[in-house]
């Protein structure tokens, strides 16, 4: 199998793309990466100078968001897996920045397998739990011998912790700690081992969980900005299987494989985490030794001669994965989200670099039963005498059997350099052997020299003469260089001269082509010209007629407005003349009204004046007849003061008697009211007593009935039972002699009995049916009288309380009554003398406002007498004015009408004589036009005429390809051969090989 590696074997990268976070997309945050599974690309955009730029990276797999923890681990870890347990060194180890989900993919969200009862794992169960199950259900189906063991150790600040130690090592103090520190050393095979670490031997894969758990619990993590659980620190889970194997010739070997499972810490940017303090100088580790790896996996690419390994620890951990004999898988987490970008590209570079790393990996050597268990006690041994020199603290806390060991192997060691000393004295004499016989071969090479000259002289001469023969020979082959260019040139000159042949055939077909659809399109012509002298001449025809029906139509148009602006002068004078005789109309008519206006206004000045003597008069009558009025009104008041008293006496005395009456009433009517409630309780508790008796004598009834019924039930089926045994024990007697006989006889009285039994208990079912239904309808007619009567008496009951309530009421609401009569007269009483004293007081207030009204009434009518005397001069005065400014506005008014007239008929007169300068100008202009068109059809617009010169058509022959193609040479050959035909027989050359023009006949034709 390790034939396979010899040339290396790439190692394997794998890409993941975690979906976005809940605040990835809170935010909306954009998406930058893009993966095709299929095709196992990821495009990562990014804005460049404004430009929209796709990287696009290819790996091996491809996972994008959507893949599950199943989907990795079927496609890239189970053959992995197989591997180890085929006996290779293996790991797999997740790469990426912080938060891309590099634990939940090597771990994920559950630690400890809660499988069911068929032991499957969690959906979220990353590549390790994945792993230790699919190794044990292997193992167990293989039902083979084997033993593993797991180790789990963290990096922490370049400090190697044992997640697996015991917990007293655990709870050290720093110090302690510090003295704890596990070593890295080397192991001799170009490996590492880490001295001191814990190995847990386990059986299950229930245990490794267990481990695991306790193992992460110790591992350090913290929350940043970036993500919420990160890890601190690297972590690197070992697992190493022993299975026993057996050989055909029954020896037992040991296979040895080894599955590495490493989580990095993710690079992470410290501006961004929020790092600080201690969390800041762990990011700083974190970050330099993941730049370690990254310039390793540089160095490697590259192949450059110094690995820097010793860098750092993660890099001397990983050194046998990285360029070694171990198989290694890396499984590269990124984030989509465009604020990982830079993150992103690195990650994807130095995944995409690491493509390139080439591992030998080897499968471990197997070894023998017996010599594994010899190594095994041999370090058991060894790590014994360690420990007990370690608790002794003697020497240099070295058992003395190891240092005897060392010493002697360092006195070997000695004794070896004295040997290679001795070596060196031997090697030495053998260089001065050498060196002697050096020199006889020198002088030995001497004598060749010689006889090489006298041989060289000799090499001289003939190449002197092998000079002048090729010397002729490429003066040879320049003259036949020189013949063969002059016949290539000719011959392309030849082909050029037939391809230009062609060509100008083609353009010949062309050009006969082009001349006939000339001769096509002059024919058109001819026929459009034709077409075109038949349109001017019957367009020159209907041009005359147009315009000769134009000018009819003018010549009437102005003999039409001639007449109009005739009519218009005509109704010009008539317009005067009205309008002068209804001028004369409206003066006359105005001073009529002027003078109406006047008299109507003295005869308003009467009408004031007679209503002011009258509106004095009665304010005087007014005044009197409200002095009147008021001492009637006094005098009737105190009459009705008078007669209120007395009604008021009267009523007080009647309703202090009816208070009395109504009084003696109530009491008499709640003792009444009493007695019948008494009556009435007596009444139903008799009748209740009765109802009871009645139901107690229909129970008894009822419980006797039950009783019956059961008594001849029971009867009956004790005959039954008894007729039965007789008639069995009658049958056995008899049964030997008449048994036909006595069977029938037995069935006839057996039917009997049976209808006879029947009978009865239906009988008695009957009876009692019908006993149960007296026994119900009594007690359901006792029910409902005692029901009844229930709701009688409690009918009754409340009818009686609610008649004394509602007597009591009304009692108490008649003395409320005759208390409010009596409050409400003596309150009438006092308002009543109120209301007479007010009617007095507003009567002399009204007497007195009246005569003031009165007075002011006639001081208003004087002054109105007054104003109508003011405004009736100043109207006189208005319409004297306005009227003659009318008369001016109608005389002003005629005027400029009179000159409007006289405008219109001047204009009438102009229009009149441009009419007639326009008829002149018409009838010249059409004389002009047709005058013109008759010069343009008959003179200007001209015809073409043939003049005889036009070529006639005719068909030209054209030369074929063929007759081209058979004007070329013939071939070398053949003029060759005819050549010296013709020069061997002494012949002159005929005038068929004459030099002749290739486009001879061409010409001919």
Same mark, same amino acid.
């Given at each position: 199998?390790?034939?396979?590696?010899?040339?290396?074997?790439?190692?394997?990268?794998?890409?993941?793309?975690?979906?976005?976070?809940?605040?990835?997309? *809170?935010?909306?945050?954009?998406?930058?990466?893009?993966?095709?599974?299929?095709?196992?690309?990821?495009?990562?955009?990014?804005?460049?100078?404004?430009?929209?730029?796709?990287?696009?990276?290819?790996?091996?797999?491809?996972?994008?968001?959507?893949?599950?923890?199943?989907?990795?681990?079927?496609?890239?870890?189970?053959?992995?897996?197989?591997?180890?347990?085929?006996?290779?060194?293996?790991?797999?180890?997740?790469?990426?920045?912080?938060?891309?989900?590099?634990?939940?993919?090597?771990?994920?969200?559950?630690?400890?397998?809660?499988?069911?009862?068929?032991?499957?794992?969690?959906?979220?169960?990353?590549?390790?739990?994945?792993?230790?199950?699919?190794?044990?259900?292997?193992?167990?189906?293989?039902?083979?011998?084997?033993?593993?063991?797991?180790?789990?150790?963290?990096?922490?600040?370049?400090?190697?912790?044992? $997640?697996?130690?015991?917990?007293?090592?655990?709870?050290?103090?720093?110090?302690?700690?510090? *003295?704890?520190?596990?070593?890295?050393?080397?192991?001799?095979?170009?490996?590492?081992?880490?001295?001191?670490?814990?190995?847990?031997?386990?059986?299950?894969?229930?245990?490794?969980?267990?481990?695991?758990?306790?193992?992460?619990?110790?591992?350090?993590?913290?929350?940043?900005?970036?993500?919420?659980?990160?890890?601190?620190?690297?972590?690197?889970?070992?697992?190493?299987?022993?299975?026993?194997?057996?050989?055909?010739?029954?020896?037992?070997?040991?296979?040895?494989?080894?599955?590495?499972?490493?989580?990095?810490?993710?690079?992470?940017?410290?501006?961004?985490?929020?790092?600080?303090?201690?969390?800041?100088?762990?990011?700083?580790?974190?970050?330099?030794?993941?730049?370690?790896?990254?310039?390793?996996?540089?160095?490697?690419?590259?192949?450059?001669?110094?690995?820097?390994?010793?860098?750092?620890?993660?890099?001397?951990?990983?050194?046998?994965?990285?360029?070694?004999?171990?198989?290694?898988?890396?499984?590269?987490?990124?984030?989509?989200?465009?604020?990982?970008?830079?993150?992103?590209?690195?990650?994807?570079?130095?995944?995409?670099?690491?493509?390139?790393?080439?591992?030998?990996?080897?499968?471990?050597?197997?070894?023998?039963?017996?010599?594994?268990?010899?190594?095994?006690?041999?370090?058991?041994?060894?790590?014994?005498?360690?420990?007990?020199?370690?608790?002794?603290?003697?020497?240099?806390?070295?058992?003395?059997?190891?240092?005897?060991?060392?010493?002697?192997?360092?006195?070997?060691?000695?004794?070896?350099?004295?040997?290679?000393?001795?070596?060196?004295?031997?090697?030495?004499?053998?260089?001065?052997?050498?060196?002697?016989?050096?020199?006889?071969?020198?002088?030995?090479?001497?004598?060749?020299?010689?006889?090489?000259?006298?041989?060289?002289?000799?090499?001289?001469?003939?190449?002197?003469?092998?000079?002048?023969?090729?010397?002729?020979?490429?003066?040879?082959?320049?003259?036949?260089?020189?013949?063969?260019?002059?016949?290539?040139?000719?011959?392309?000159?030849?082909?050029?001269?037939?391809?230009?042949?062609?060509?100008?055939?083609?353009?010949?077909?062309?050009?006969?082509?082009?001349?006939?659809?000339?001769?096509?399109?002059?024919?058109?012509?001819?026929?459009?010209?034709?077409?075109?002298?038949?349109?001017?001449?019957?367009?020159?025809?209907?041009?005359?007629?147009?315009?000769?029906?134009?000018?009819?139509?003018?010549?009437?148009?102005?003999?039409?407005?001639?007449?109009?602006?005739?009519?218009?002068?005509?109704?010009?004078?008539? @317009?005067?003349?009205?309008?002068?005789?209804?001028?004369?109309?409206?003066?006359?008519?105005?001073?009529?009204?002027?003078?109406?206006?006047?008299?109507?206004?003295?005869?308003?000045?009467?009408?004031?004046?007679?209503?002011?003597?009258?509106?004095?008069?009665?304010?005087?009558?007014?005044?009197?007849?409200?002095?009147?009025?008021?001492?009637?009104?006094?005098?009737?008041?105190?009459?009705?003061?008078?007669?209120?008293?007395?009604?008021?006496?009267?009523?007080?005395?009647?309703?202090?008697?009816?208070?009395?009456?109504?009084?003696?009433?109530?009491?008499?009517?709640?003792?009444?009211?009493?007695?019948?409630?008494?009556?009435?309780?007596?009444?139903?508790?008799?009748?209740?007593?009765?109802?009871?008796?009645?139901?107690?004598?229909?129970?008894?009834l009822g419980t006797h009935a039950n009783q019956v019924d059961e008594i001849q039930t029971k009867s009956i089926e004790e005959f039954q039972k008894a007729y039965e045994e007789q008639s069995k024990c009658d049958a056995q007697?008899?049964?030997?002699?008449?048994?036909?006989?006595?069977?029938?006889?037995?069935?006839?009285?057996?039917?009997?009995?049976?209808?006879?039994?029947?009978?009865?208990?239906?009988?008695?079912?009957?009876?009692?049916?019908?006993?149960?239904?007296?026994?119900?309808?009594?007690?359901?007619?006792?029910?409902?009288?005692?029901?009844?009567?229930?709701? @009688?008496?409690?009918?009754?009951?409340?009818?009686?309380?609610?008649?004394?309530?509602?007597?009591?009421?009304?009692?108490?609401?008649?003395?409320?009554?005759?208390?409010?009569?009596?409050?409400?007269?003596?309150?009438?009483?006092?308002?009543?003398?109120?209301?007479?004293?007010?009617?007095?007081?507003?009567?002399?207030?009204?007497?007195?406002?009246?005569?003031?009204?009165?007075?002011?009434?006639?001081?208003?009518?004087?002054?109105?007498?007054?104003?109508?005397? @003011?405004?009736?001069?100043?109207?006189?005065?208005?319409?004297?004015?306005?009227?003659?400014?009318?008369?001016?506005?109608?005389?002003?008014?005629?005027?400029?009408?009179?000159?409007?007239?006289?405008?219109?008929?001047?204009?009438?007169?102009?229009?009149?004589?441009?009419?007639?300068?326009?008829?002149?100008?018409?009838?010249?202009?059409?004389?002009?036009?047709?005058?013109?068109?008759?010069?343009? @059809?008959?003179?200007?617009?001209?015809?073409?005429?043939?003049?005889?010169?036009?070529?006639?058509?005719?068909?030209?022959?054209?030369?074929?390809?063929?007759?081209?193609?058979? $004007?070329?040479?013939?071939?070398?050959?053949?003029?060759?051969?005819?050549?010296?035909?013709?020069?061997?027989?002494?012949?002159?050359?005929?005038?068929?090989?004459?030099?002749?023009?290739?486009?001879?006949?061409?010409?001919?034709?």
């Amino acid at each position: 199998m390790s034939g396979r590696h010899e040339k290396g074997v790439n190692v394997q990268v794998l890409l993941r793309c975690r979906p976005f976070s809940n605040d990835e997309v *809170k935010n909306n945050a954009p998406q930058v990466v893009t993966c095709n599974e299929y095709q196992r690309e990821v495009a990562v955009s990014q804005s460049i100078a404004g430009k929209q730029i796709d990287r696009v990276f290819t790996f091996d797999k491809v996972f994008g968001p959507t893949a599950q923890q199943n989907d990795l681990y079927e496609q890239a870890v189970i053959p992995i897996v197989h591997e180890v347990l085929e006996g290779f060194n293996c790991t797999i180890f997740a790469y990426g920045q912080t938060g891309t989900g590099k634990t939940y993919t090597m771990e994920g969200e559950c630690k400890r397998s809660k499988s069911g009862p068929n032991g499957e794992l969690p959906s979220e169960a990353g590549v390790i739990p994945r792993s230790v199950k699919q190794i044990f259900d292997t193992l167990e189906g293989q039902n083979a011998e084997y033993s593993v063991k797991v180790t789990f150790l963290e990096l922490y600040n370049e400090e190697i912790t044992d $997640l697996l130690a015991p917990e007293e090592i655990s709870k050290l103090g720093v110090e302690d700690k510090q *003295k704890k520190q596990l070593p890295l050393m080397e192991d001799g095979k170009g490996g590492v081992l880490v001295r001191g670490l814990e190995e847990e031997i386990v059986t299950s894969a229930s245990e490794i969980f267990t481990l695991l758990e306790r193992g992460s619990a110790k591992r350090r993590t913290a929350e940043t900005l970036l993500n919420k659980q990160s890890s601190r620190s690297h972590s690197l889970f070992s697992i190493t299987i022993h299975i026993k194997e057996s050989t055909p010739e029954g020896e037992e070997l040991i296979k040895c494989g080894k599955l590495n499972l490493v989580d990095l810490a993710g690079s992470e940017n410290i501006s961004r985490s929020g790092a600080r303090e201690g969390r800041a100088r762990e990011a700083g580790e974190i970050n330099k030794s993941l730049l370690t790896l990254g310039r390793v996996i540089n160095a490697l690419v590259e192949h450059l001669g110094h690995i820097p390994y010793r860098d750092s620890k993660l890099t001397r951990l990983l050194r046998d994965s990285l360029g070694g004999r171990t198989k290694t898988c890396i499984i590269a987490t990124v984030s989509p989200a465009v604020h990982c970008l830079e993150e992103t590209l690195s990650t994807l570079d130095y995944a995409h670099r690491a493509k390139n790393i080439k591992n030998k990996p080897e499968v471990n050597q197997k070894m023998m039963k017996t010599t594994l268990i010899k190594d095994l006690y041999g370090e058991i041994e060894r790590l014994k005498a360690e420990v007990h020199a370690s608790r002794e603290k003697s020497g240099v806390y070295l058992p003395k059997e190891r240092y005897y060991q060392e010493e002697m192997e360092r006195k070997s060691m000695a004794d070896q350099i004295e040997q290679m000393g001795v070596k060196i004295e031997n090697q030495q004499k053998q260089f001065e052997e050498l060196q002697t016989q050096f020199n006889a071969r020198v002088e030995e090479c001497t004598d060749l020299s010689n006889k090489l000259e006298s041989t060289q002289n000799n090499l001289n001469q003939t190449n002197k003469v092998l000079a002048s023969t090729e010397d002729t020979l490429k003066r040879c082959q320049y003259a036949l260089k020189e013949r063969d260019f002059i016949i290539y040139e000719q011959k392309k000159a030849e082909n050029a001269l037939a391809h230009q042949a062609c060509v100008l055939r083609s353009d010949l077909e062309k050009a006969l082509q082009d001349n006939a659809s000339l001769f096509m399109k002059i024919a058109r012509e001819d026929k459009l010209n034709a077409g075109n002298r038949s349109v001017v001449n019957k367009f020159e025809s209907e041009l005359a007629r147009d315009v000769g029906s134009l000018c009819n139509m003018v010549a009437a148009s102005i003999s039409q407005q001639n007449e109009q602006l005739q009519c218009i002068e005509k109704f010009c004078h008539t @317009f005067i003349n009205v309008n002068d005789k209804a001028i004369t109309d409206l003066k006359k008519k105005v001073s009529a009204s002027r003078n109406l206006y006047i008299s109507h206004i003295e005869a308003l000045e009467n009408v004031v004046r007679l209503h002011k003597a009258s509106a004095n008069g009665s304010l005087e009558d007014i005044s009197a007849l409200a002095s009147s009025n008021a001492r009637s009104v006094e005098e009737l008041l105190a009459e009705e003061a008078t007669e209120g008293h007395a009604i008021f006496d009267e009523l007080h005395g009647s309703l202090s008697t009816q208070q009395g009456e109504i009084a003696l009433f109530a009491r008499e009517l709640r003792k009444r009211y009493n007695v019948s409630i008494h009556h009435t309780t007596s009444i139903s508790e008799f009748i209740h007593g009765i109802f009871d008796k009645l139901m107690e004598e229909s129970k008894e009834l009822g419980t006797h009935a039950n009783q019956v019924d059961e008594i001849q039930t029971k009867s009956i089926e004790e005959f039954q039972k008894a007729y039965e045994e007789q008639s069995k024990c009658d049958a056995q007697k008899l049964i030997a002699d008449v048994t036909s006989l006595v069977s029938n006889h037995i069935n006839r009285q057996k039917e009997m009995v049976d209808a006879r039994l029947a009978g009865i208990r239906e009988t008695a079912a009957g009876s009692k049916t019908v006993l149960d239904g007296h026994v119900s309808s009594i007690e359901g007619i006792t029910t409902d009288a005692k029901r009844k009567w229930q709701e @009688f008496s409690v009918q009754a009951e409340t009818d009686a309380k609610d008649g004394a309530e509602f007597s009591a009421a009304k009692h108490c609401r008649i003395e409320l009554l005759l208390q409010k009569c009596v409050d409400t007269t003596e309150m009438a009483l006092k308002h009543s003398k109120k209301t007479h004293e007010s009617v007095t007081d507003m009567g002399r207030k009204h007497v007195s406002a009246i005569e003031t009204l009165v007075r002011s009434a006639s001081e208003s009518n004087e002054h109105h007498d007054a104003e109508i005397s @003011f405004a009736r001069a100043t109207a006189e005065e208005d319409v004297s004015k306005n009227s003659m400014d009318i008369i001016k506005h109608m005389e002003g008014t005629s005027q400029e009408e009179q000159e409007a007239v006289c405008g219109i008929l001047e204009t009438t007169k102009a229009q009149g004589v441009v009419l007639e300068s326009l008829r002149e100008d018409h009838s010249t202009q059409s004389a002009a036009i047709q005058q013109k068109a008759s010069d343009t @059809f008959q003179q200007k617009y001209m015809d073409y005429e043939a003049s005889g010169e036009t070529p006639v058509r005719c068909e030209n022959d054209v030369p074929s390809k063929m007759s081209i193609e058979s $004007l070329r040479a013939m071939p070398m050959e053949s003029l060759v051969e005819e050549f010296r035909e013709n020069h061997s027989k002494g012949l002159k050359i005929s005038a068929a090989t004459t030099p002749r023009s290739p486009l001879a006949e061409i010409n001919n034709q």
